[in-house]
């Protein structure tokens, strides 16, 4: 059961105490946009194995959203920030860099 | 025969008998005992039957590996099955039962099947049951059902109480043995907060059986001198009868605490299942012996040497009177040296190696043993005990050279390191081929969140079996300081990795050396399996059953792997263990429910005037987690009577709801107009102060999630009114959206459902009723239809809206949650003179069904669009874009060919079955009568006298008059005519009065 | 005045700890920038207590306030006080982005107590009671509903529930505290 650290109340909640949102940074296409790029927001996921990105809400807790870039093969956290951003911070890019060398943001 | 000795025991009070019972014959056993070593002192060494071929089986191991002698245990809403004797606490009153044999134990008609044990090789489920096919429903599975299972379940409800609990640890040390000891000796003393847990009752594991001084004590002492320091750390917990069952992400621990398994009834809770985070978890669970393979392993008086040692030094019990070890190592003579110091006969020890050289072979010979080296058993004699072996050449193919008589066996096949928790999350093993086992690769530890290691093993769990290289194991794992504890040990000679004994025994012998003894896997059908194909270890598993039984094959696993690797002549490490999962060993079921049952199983969510209801026999229907009045029956009346008169009341007189459960939030902010007309599908910036709209929510996936009355109570606020089931899932729902989306808005939320109660108050005669209140205005002039105002009725402070669900004359009066109660009692006083009843939600579905107003969840189920409703009116055509919109813009939405919203009326007033399906002509590709269409709501109408229902009907706006079919349970078709959804009072005059 | 009733109207278990329902209690929800000058002032002005830190609860005579999230503070006091008070910091707040509500009698509040208090709640939430500090405010799970604690003294915790669940927050407190289920009977 994981442990995620709260960004915005800095409790280091569990897995109980959390609800998953699914991938992180996706783009809201609305009206106006084409069918491809609809589907590419609405149904188009990552699945790697290795670094993603998710979203996380604090549900048992603060009730705030935030993000958690994590290894989907060995469960290692590289870190947790609030939800309101459209792209990883650079710390976060740096501490995902510093253990997964060689990892490029949009792989 | 087995027997209490008449000394030693270190384990037992001999002041403190006990009386039990097994299968019903009372037996005696002394404080102190586990049921196997009473069982034992009693001469019961058959005490279960085999699975397969219900074969006699003995005790073979004196802890959590054993594989045979589960039984029954306790009575009535006590029992439990396939509990090992071997962990269970003799206690005074135990009643135990053995399993798997009918009629009884000594003679067992299942055994029949045991001489037809050729006829149920490997995979025997697989091949006979394959053909013919139409004998699979109605002889193969009835009969597999019956022989299927171990034990029998338990009748009765559980009579004890179970919880759980959470600890945090820097470090956990699973094992209180010398090395789980010593462990949390060198993290106690670094200041660590430690856990240290043992599974069974004592301190101290193998180390004073075997004997091997510790710090220049004999290793009781030490024991006892190590629990005492640690018990005045005040950083460290200790905790026997307690198992860690698994480790998972993240340094989760379960540890599963046997409180009061020996003492049932005493008023503590039975398990309590510890949820442990563990900054590192120590494994220090030791090894478990292997049994070898040799012809009649499996029978009773055939036990693992450490066991039969552990019997004589713990518990003063001999399970033979004359005993033969066999093994392929030195630790075996250590039970030897043992049954000799408590004047037991041993007739031999057999070694398998060409040469018995060590320190222990040469004590063992000193004292008059003897010792055959290079030997093998060729098999034991005897049926439901032994009676002797036959000795082989080791090297031979089973030509026996000498019958020795006895009545016990001692067996050694070597260790292997119990890895489970530290393989549970990921900890990678290597082959030792010296040790022949599997041990943890340090350098491959189960990660954590920082991607640090989450686990260390200590002592024999590393592969360690030697007393000095144990403790100063533990002592490093567990990062301590200075010198570790020292040992002095005798030198052990290499043991020899004997897979089989002999090495050369040809079929008629490999049939009768069991791998699992629970689940009857010999030798043989490992082969069968190899050459049938099963290549792959968790394949064999599978197959076979190997392992698979209670036990999780700890006693048979790597003996199972190093024959299919023999088989097919591959290395042990290429073949590979089958995976590690938790539990360790079987928890408690009750642990994992722990207090979730009878009223607190789970939250239910009850309004401030649920007890009112409850007293007023309303029936209850759960809606999410909440509890509504479906109908309060009167006197002798069935549902459908209730419901009737509810209604029928309801729309003459007047009628009141409990609406507390809808959500309430309210919506604040100088961005709150923007933020609601991109919510709803409609425009709510728009509605004036004071004034009420409907509104209806798309994902933006363009699907139907919610609707309700959206309500403007100033300038910059808003109270959006949910769904009952909805108010939780939409207060997320916009808070996701403004925190991850729309993050510069400027917009607050507060989910307001709970501090209000809400009545609605509804029929013709419901102004009259708050006239009667008094205290605010509550005129058509006052307060149209949609429109909302606060006052004071009866003195309470409210905000009263005028909306209508039921298509009458309606009023939903909210009041602080504190004065629901009180509220609602006053509107009872004040309608009696107007008639005025309670009504639920059955009557509100009628009621809203005759209106034709959809219900989220009947009408919708997630599939569905606005537009599919005919709420095109309740879409703003104007706005650019509102979360549904572009998605609604799909071509599979916009298609003509959708099935849409209508009413239905059966041709001869029937009630239409809810889910219903209408027929097309033709087949879909898959064979299958094609529909066009499906009933969401059916309801009988007391008004109209007969059954009305809504449904989705392909194009069905354009199909009025149309006659569809249903076919219906029993063949039948009911026929219904598509008509106008809206049953009643089609053009509102009533709700508008 | 109406009769005003809370969820459990003071239900009592004596166990290894007592478990209250602490009857009704004012509570009023103030969301907004909680950094803001003129919140603190409007926060002030009501109920005497300061802006609390990160998950801290500050007291003030009658009042006190407990962070709840990084834009919203939970005013704790009494019940009849608590509509003025929402009403006080609305208007003060009028024309900001802030949000001030009366929600007393949205939740219900119980009172666990005794040298064992904490062990009835290690029972039921994922927290670490040991480092658990006396002026902390801890939103977690208590079985399977949401719930606010802190602690009252070092024997003394207060629990914040739903009202709708408080059955069933009151149930699994009274078998979290039943005697004989003590987690170390040994101490204390």
Redesign the interface.
Known sequence: MLILTCPHCGIRAEETELAPGGEAHLKRRGPGHSDAAFEDYMFARKNPRGVHFERWRHAHGCGKWFLAARCTATLEVFGTYPARTSGPPPDILAAIRARRPGWEAGE | MSARLSRGGRLIDRSVPLTFRFDGRPMTGLAGDTLAASLLANDRMLVGRSFKYHRPRGILASGAEEPNALVGLGQGPRFEPNQRTTTTETFDGLSAISQNRWPGLEHDLGAVSGCLSRFLPAGFYYKMFLWPRPFWKHVYEPLIRRSAGLGKAPQEADAD?Y??????ADVVIAGGGIAGLTAALAAGRAGR?VILLEQTAHWGGRAPVDGDPIEGMPADTWVKNAVQTLEGMANV?LRLRTTVSGL?????ALACERVADHSPG????RH?LW?I?AGKLIAATGAIERPLSFAGNDIPGVMLASAMRDYVVNWAVSPGARTVVVTNNDDAYRTALVLADAGLVVAAVIDARPAATGDLPAQARARGIRVLEGRGIARVRGGRRVSGVAICAQEGEGAVLEEIACDAVAMSGGWSPVVHLWSHC?GKLIWDAAGAMFRPDAARPP?????QPIAATAGAASGLLDTAAVLADAHAAAGGEGPAPQASCPTEAPMLPVWIMPQGAGPALKSKMWLDYQNDVKVSDVQLAAREGYESVEHTKRYTTLGMATDQGKTSNINGIAVLSQTLHQEIPVTGTTTFRPPYTPISLGSIAA??RG??F???????MHDWHEAEGACWEPVG??RRPWCYRRGAETVQEAVNREVINTRSNVGLLDASTLGKI?V???DAGRFLDMLYTGTMSTLPVGKCRYGLMCN??GFVIDDGVVVRLSGDSWLCHTTTGGADRIH?HM??WL???W?DW?V?T???????AQVAIVGPKARRLLETLGGMDVSREALPFMAFAEGTP????ARVFRISFSGELSYEVAV????G???WR?CVAAGAEFGAMPYGTEALHVMRAEKGFIMIGDETDGTVIPQDLNLGWAISGKK??YLG???Q??SHMASPERWKLVGLETLDGSVLPDGALAVAEGVNANGQRRTQGRVTSSYYSPVLKKGIAMGLVLKGPQRMGEVLDFPVEGGRIVQARVVDQVFYDRDGEKQNA | MPDAVSALEGRSYRGFATVTEAGLTGMVSLRGDLASVDLAAALLAATGCAVPGLRRRVEAGAWAACWMSPDEVLLVGPHAAAPGVAAQLAGALAGQHALAVDVSDARASFRVAGPKAAEVLMKLSPVDFASFGPDEVRRTRLGQIAATLWTSGAEDYTVLCFRSVAAYGFGVLQSAARPGSELFPGRG
């Open positions: 109480r919880e759980q609990a959470y600890a945090f907060r917990t998972y992400d993240h340094g989760y005493d008023g503590r809770p309590r949820r985070r990921g990660t954590g969140d920082a991607g207090e979730a009223e607190i789970q939250p239910l969510r009850r309004t401030p987690q909440w309210l604040k902010g100088a933006d996936n997320a808070e996701d925190q991850c989306e993050w400027k607050h507060a989910n307001l459902t709970e501090q209000f009866g003195g309470f402070r602080p949650a504190s004065e109660l009180a509220f006053a650019p874009d919109k572009r998605a813009q799909r």
